[in-house]
T-cell receptor
């Protein structure tokens, strides 16, 4: 079955450490997205990529970095510069066959930094 | 004021009841998405619509572009419908690349 795999489901890190969240899709989708979800707030866009080797900053990109070396993979690195990294992180993809396409989401990674 | 507002924030229902969740937005949009988030955190796309009405099983989504309002209806609700329902507006300049999300409606359906 096609889908998006995020790993791990739970991640714990000490403050000051960089951490990389994995996102892999086998849907052959061109576009991939990283969102952050905090209690009581809507999802916020961190980074997105419309095509391999290209990505754009979203609304809250500071303290994060991404790469898109392969179509199926879009890892997110939470750097030590991110002031409040504890959150639930969701990866999504979209076929982009039309200007509006439905999103397919992974099951998320809950990151806790202490 | 948020650009996408949902109401109610929390909703409790008895099994079998008809449920309505509302979404109002203040920006120009090209489409409106309805999403379902399960307790484990995973999100499923329910509908994407830019006009009129869509139906899938017991779920119905409607949108009124002039009034900038969308509704999600659940007929004959069931405990397995318990989840957070999120609406997201696709900004007409960016479409799917920049969705503006509501904060969600938490629905609990009791047997």
């Amino acid at each position: 079955d096609g889908g998006i795999t995020q790993s791990p489901k739970y991640l714990f890190r000490k403050e000051g450490q960089n951490v990389t969240l994995s996102c892999e899709q086998n849907l052959n989708h061109d576009a991939m997205y990283w969102y952050r979800q905090d209690p009581g707030q809507g999802l916020r866009l961190i980074y997105y990529s419309q095509i391999v080797n290209d990505f754009q900053k979203g609304d809250i990109a500071e303290g994060y970095s991404v790469s898109r070396e392969k179509k199926e993979s879009f890892p997110l690195t939470v750097t030590s510069a991110q002031k409040n990294p504890t959150a639930f992180y969701l990866c999504a993809s979209s076929p982009r066959q039309e200007i509006n396409s439905p999103l397919h989401f992974g099951n998320g990674t809950r990151l806790t930094v202490t | 004021k948020n650009e996408v507002e949902q109401s109610p924030q929390n909703l409790t229902a008895q099994e079998g009841e008809f449920i309505t969740i509302n979404c109002s937005y203040s920006v120009g949009i090209s489409a409106l998405h309805w999403l379902q988030q399960h307790p484990g955190g995973g999100i499923v796309s329910l509908f994407m619509l830019s006009s009129g009405k869509k139906k899938h099983g017991r779920l119905i989504a409607t949108i009124n572009i002039q009034e900038k309002h969308s509704s999600l209806h659940i007929t004959a609700s069931h405990p397995r419908d318990s989840a957070v329902y999120i609406c997201a507006a696709a900004d007409e300049s960016y479409n799917t690349d920049k969705l503006i999300f509501g904060t969600g409606t938490r629905l609990q359906v009791f047997p």
